[in-house]
């Protein structure tokens, strides 16, 4: 089992940048792979990027394709979301998720076992 812990949401102008960390309890953490998701008001919860155990395989939402960045440290237990040239529309809660031996990234969110608690991100106009 796994527990996750996301951090770094907040407010943002829009074509700013902001990094979300996603923290990860256990030592079995590089057998996950690891989706971040997102959620607007009223909206159903998304695919936003996901990352393959091994940190060798990404893959993005065509939305964010370009902009965004998933990495993570598989030493620190952690993924990462950088988030570059934002816009309005990607303003969400963003959650991270994860499944264990996994060996493809899947985009539908009740492929995941382990969700944190979400992260609020606002981007202004």
């Known amino acids: 089992q796994v527990q996750l812990v996301e951090s770094g949401g907040g407010l943002v102008q829009a074509g700013g940048s902001r990094r979300l960390s996603c923290a990860a309890s256990g030592r079995t953490f590089s057998s996950y792979t690891m989706g971040w998701f997102r959620q607007a008001p009223g909206k159903e919860r998304e695919f936003v990027a996901g990352?393959?155990?091994?940190?060798?395989?990404?893959y993005y939402a065509d939305s964010v394709k370009g902009r965004f960045t998933i990495s993570r440290d598989n030493g620190k237990n952690t993924v990462y979301l950088q988030m570059n040239s934002l816009k309005p529309e990607d303003t969400a809660v963003y959650y991270c998720?994860?499944?264990?031996?996994?060996?493809?990234?899947?985009?539908?969110?009740?492929?995941?076992?382990?969700w944190g608690q979400g992260t609020q991100v606002t981007v202004s106009s």
């Open positions: 998720t994860a499944k264990q031996w996994e060996m493809v990234v899947h985009t539908a969110p009740d492929t995941y076992d382990y």
């Open positions: 990352i393959l155990w091994n940190g060798g395989n990404t």
